[in-house]
């Protein structure tokens, strides 16, 4: 069975770059979501995949939702009663709760760099929001900045909106309980990624409402490398050049950008730097959840 493949007893709604998602026949209050081993970077799904990626990153996202004090979408045995989930996919496949999903990609960033940096340099603005003049690739903001984006559909980018309007999409309540949350969660897994010797540069939350209770729940993937930039502390207190290193892509976005010229398609990553790749996935999750 492949990932996007049939799946005997569940339905596949939707695939994403690296992971898939399939609601349970039958059941319409369980969903599975599958992670690959697939790593995408500018904006293209890259060859061949990184052993290992898919079962890192669903053990990261399990790690951080059972450490958050807010409620996720993640089923428990406690729940339900498990229905059973291919065993070649267990390691990489989350089950959860059906939820009415938001349409806004909840983003905070601590720090300032990435489409971030690019918009300060021409504006010195982030997302609109003025910041003090003065600040470099890297630097951290005098305090994280929520800055909504509207969902877009598969394959198009997702348009960073105000807090304003996301009161418009949603409404004033809602849009206030997202900011509040996303913030406060970013805090809190701030404190415990420092505690480790990493840094949270920033990261992505979704969030849907529980269709029973109405309660507002952190869906998708929490806190993933795939989510969020990680960098580590001690390099970044050092400075220099590789400060920013994330503790994942950069090897292959470094590799890429000394060997592909961003037309076509891009070319496959050699072993060494599938390898090299895969250990600093896994470096993470031993910093972090050791
Ligand atoms: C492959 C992961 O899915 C997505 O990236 C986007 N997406 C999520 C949903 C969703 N829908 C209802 N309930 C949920 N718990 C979820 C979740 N997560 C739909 N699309």
Redesign the pocket.
């Given at each position: 069975m492949t990932d996007a493949g049939a799946l005997l007893g569940w339905h596949h709604v939707?695939s994403?770059k690296v992971?898939?998602?399939y609601e349970r026949e039958g059941s319409p209050t369980l969903?599975l979501?599958v992670a690959s081993d697939r790593v995408s970077a500018f904006d293209h799904v890259l060859e061949p995949g990184i052993p290992g990626k898919g079962a890192l990153l669903t053990q990261l996202t399990r790690w951080w939702f059972d450490r958050l004090q807010v409620p996720n979408?993640l089923v428990t045995a406690l729940d339900v009663e498990l229905p059973a989930v291919p065993a070649e996919l267990a390691d990489r496949a989350m089950l959860?709760?059906?939820?009415d999903?938001l349409p806004i990609e909840c983003v905070v960033r601590g720090y300032l760099t990435g489409s971030g940096w690019a918009e300060y340099q021409q504006s010195g603005t982030v997302c609109g929001i003025p910041l003090p003049a003065g600040l470099n690739d890297g630097d951290r903001l005098p305090e994280p900045l929520y800055t909504p984006a509207f969902k877009a559909p598969l394959g198009e980018h997702d348009e960073n909106i105000t807090f304003e309007r996301s009161i418009e999409l949603v409404g004033e309540e809602m849009a206030t309980q997202l900011r509040d949350a996303s913030l406060a969660i970013f805090a809190a897994a701030s404190a415990i990624a420092a505690e480790r010797g990493v840094l949270l540069a920033d990261t992505k939350f979704?969030f849907?409402t529980d269709p029973d209770t109405g309660v507002l729940t952190l869906?998708?993937e929490a806190l993933t490398s795939d989510s969020s930039r990680y960098w580590d502390a001690a390099l970044y207190a050092a400075g220099g050049p590789n400060r920013m290193d994330s503790f994942d892509k950069q090897i292959v976005r470094d590799w890429l950008a000394a060997n592909w010229d961003k037309q076509g398609e891009p070319p496959a990553l050699p072993a060494e730097i599938v390898e090299r790749t895969a250990a600093r996935y896994r470096e993470l999750i031993d910093r972090l959840c050791a």
């Amino acid at each position: 069975m492949t990932d996007a493949g049939a799946l005997l007893g569940w339905h596949h709604v939707y695939s994403g770059k690296v992971r898939n998602l399939y609601e349970r026949e039958g059941s319409p209050t369980l969903m599975l979501v599958v992670a690959s081993d697939r790593v995408s970077a500018f904006d293209h799904v890259l060859e061949p995949g990184i052993p290992g990626k898919g079962a890192l990153l669903t053990q990261l996202t399990r790690w951080w939702f059972d450490r958050l004090q807010v409620p996720n979408h993640l089923v428990t045995a406690l729940d339900v009663e498990l229905p059973a989930v291919p065993a070649e996919l267990a390691d990489r496949a989350m089950l959860v709760r059906r939820l009415d999903m938001l349409p806004i990609e909840c983003v905070v960033r601590g720090y300032l760099t990435g489409s971030g940096w690019a918009e300060y340099q021409q504006s010195g603005t982030v997302c609109g929001i003025p910041l003090p003049a003065g600040l470099n690739d890297g630097d951290r903001l005098p305090e994280p900045l929520y800055t909504p984006a509207f969902k877009a559909p598969l394959g198009e980018h997702d348009e960073n909106i105000t807090f304003e309007r996301s009161i418009e999409l949603v409404g004033e309540e809602m849009a206030t309980q997202l900011r509040d949350a996303s913030l406060a969660i970013f805090a809190a897994a701030s404190a415990i990624a420092a505690e480790r010797g990493v840094l949270l540069a920033d990261t992505k939350f979704e969030f849907g409402t529980d269709p029973d209770t109405g309660v507002l729940t952190l869906a998708d993937e929490a806190l993933t490398s795939d989510s969020s930039r990680y960098w580590d502390a001690a390099l970044y207190a050092a400075g220099g050049p590789n400060r920013m290193d994330s503790f994942d892509k950069q090897i292959v976005r470094d590799w890429l950008a000394a060997n592909w010229d961003k037309q076509g398609e891009p070319p496959a990553l050699p072993a060494e730097i599938v390898e090299r790749t895969a250990a600093r996935y896994r470096e993470l999750i031993d910093r972090l959840c050791a």
